[in-house]
């Protein structure tokens, strides 16, 4: 790859001091937090994988280290770049309940981390994205099992938002199929999004042609067609260059992680509670 576009290679990170103005940091969550505050105290901008650390002592360290070399620090949440989201976004007003699959088949990726935080951090940080950063969980309940691996495979958590939204999302990658679908409604609106297929559409009641009772209207939105990735990587290069908040801040990733660790300590609590943990030490 290297000699394919013309660069360099190297083993160790820190040989980037005075190298390069900004980095995209995709490395196991474990190792965040110590390259990314290294390259941020150098005054180099950091584009760093979701979740933005293991802990939030650590995000809170990454964070502060951009804030002292006044650099921008971006959180790899992509779902907020897919074509199907941006189009989405200016529609959403109030939603109130949402429902959420995201399934992936079992690979031997990211297998230092859970599901919650592998897989349905994306929708934890969607919906808390969708109902408003003033809006706080209120009540969290939570699921979840080890299937392949000795850590959470597959889980579900619903949440209860001070506004009243209510979310039930389910993640799981131990999966025969991938599916990534959110549905949900708001005022007069039924909302589907597709992220795999770049699908939008807006369901309502509106006059019908053919009667005088009213039908069901759906718009499906158009969508600008460009790939997740490409799409954050302009954006970070955008906010690097202007010097400007970038979309998904360290505070974004912070949030989100926060939603998953507690989903995490409900998944434990449920897990000691329902007598499955006593299962699988005997199993």
Known sequence: MASQYRTGTTSDWRSLSGQVEA??????????????????????HVLVEKPISRTLEEADRMIAAGGKSG?????????????????LRPHVLNPVYFE????????????????????????????QWLVGEESEVIDLHAVGIPI?????????????????????????????ERIRKMRFFQPRDY????????YAAISNLGPSGASPWPGVNTQVLQVKNVEPLRAEIKSFLNAVTANSQPLVSGADGRRALALALRTLEQIADHTVRSGVSAFLQNA
Not at 23 to 44: D, K
Not at 72 to 83: D, K, M, Y
Not at 100 to 126: C, E, K, N, P
């Open 148 to 176: 392949l691996t000795n850590r959470v495979d597959a889980a579900n958590a619903r949440l209860e938002f001070s506004t009243g939204a209510v979310a039930n999302i389910t993640a799981s990658r131990v999966g025969t």
């Open 71 to 87: 650099v921008v620090l971006q959180v790899g949440h992509a779902e907020r770049f897919n074509p199907a989201m941006v189009a």
């Open 23 to 44: 980095v995209s940091l995709a490395v196991p969550t474990e190792a965040h937090c110590e390259i990314a505050v290294g390259l941020l105290e150098q005054g180099i």
């Open 191 to 198: 909302v589907a999004v597709d992220y795999t297929t770049n």
């Open 100 to 127: 959420i699959h995201r399934i992936g088949q079992f690979t031997a990726r990211s297998l230092d981390i859970d599901v919650v935080l592998d897989l349905m951090i994306h929708d934890l940080d969607i919906v």
